[in-house]
């Protein structure tokens, strides 16, 4: 058990619609990652959380959005929602020093986009 | 840009055999970290081990080890005398700075491991 906690286990979607997906961080971390995980693939990098503002991210468009809240807590929201969004997607959080810090997973929300 | 291969994608082996699950990694950076993550068929991420560049130290925990290898840009895990509660995807990943005290992980594309009673 790493603490981070995920909601809903699993979605269903038909393309076109929107999408919001949260996570709890483990107790005193303050950076949360969202990760896409594709079947059979590794998990891509989206993007990052520090202190409630966008810290870094991969190669995902602009559809894919996130807030980071003043508990740590984050949510992950996908607009226009297109088949190939279809995937894991994990949150991971971490205390920052010296980013060195090792990131925890959470048990992932499956989407599937119809 | 950083990139990690596992080359492997299917490793299947019975019971009480050990197993060596390989990853080779990219880096331009002088100073990253390398990990091992299991998947099982749950979903969840679960963290075996972090080595920073600089300790190039083998490591053993109970029945895993890690060997890494600046020279060749290695990292690779083994189990010894597998068991059936080894069967999972595993990954191993490469922190890259993003700003700052940030980073964030490049995952190769795991390998399948299947142990049989």
């Known amino acids: 058990e790493t603490g981070v906690t995920q909601s809903p286990t699993h979605l269903i979607k038909t393309r076109g619609q929107q999408v919001t997906l949260r996570c709890s961080s483990q107790?005193?971390?303050?950076?949360v990652s969202w990760y896409q995980q594709a079947l059979g693939q590794g998990p891509q990098f989206i993007f990052q959380y520090y202190r409630e503002e966008e810290n870094g991210r991969g190669n995902f468009p602009p559809r894919f959005s996130g807030l980071q809240f003043p508990n740590y807590s984050s949510e992950l929201n996908v607009n226009a929602l297109e088949l190939d969004d279809s995937a894991l997607y994990l949150c991971?959080?971490?205390?920052?020093?010296?980013?060195?810090?090792?990131?925890?997973f959470g048990p992932g929300t499956r989407l599937t986009v119809l | 840009a950083q990139k990690v291969t596992q080359a492997q994608t299917e490793i299947s082996v019975v019971e009480k055999e050990d197993v060596t699950l390989d990853c080779v990694y990219e880096?331009?950076?002088?100073?990253?970290?390398l990990f091992w993550y299991k998947q099982p068929p749950s979903g969840e991420l679960v963290f075996l081990i972090r080595r920073n560049s600089f300790d190039e130290q083998n490591e053993i925990s109970g029945r895993y080890s890690w060997n890494f290898q600046k020279s060749t840009s290695s990292f690779n895990f083994t189990i010894t005398a597998s068991q059936v509660v080894d069967s999972a995807v595993y990954f191993c990943?490469?922190?890259?700075?993003?700003?700052?005290?940030?980073?964030?992980?490049?995952f190769g594309k795991g390998i399948t491991l299947s142990v049989r009673p």
């Open positions: 880096t331009r950076d002088t100073t990253y970290y």
């Open positions: 991971a959080s971490k205390q920052v020093r010296g980013g060195t810090d090792t990131q925890y």
């Open positions: 107790s005193g971390h303050n950076t």
């Open positions: 990943a490469l922190s890259e700075t993003i700003t700052g005290a940030n980073s964030k992980l490049t």
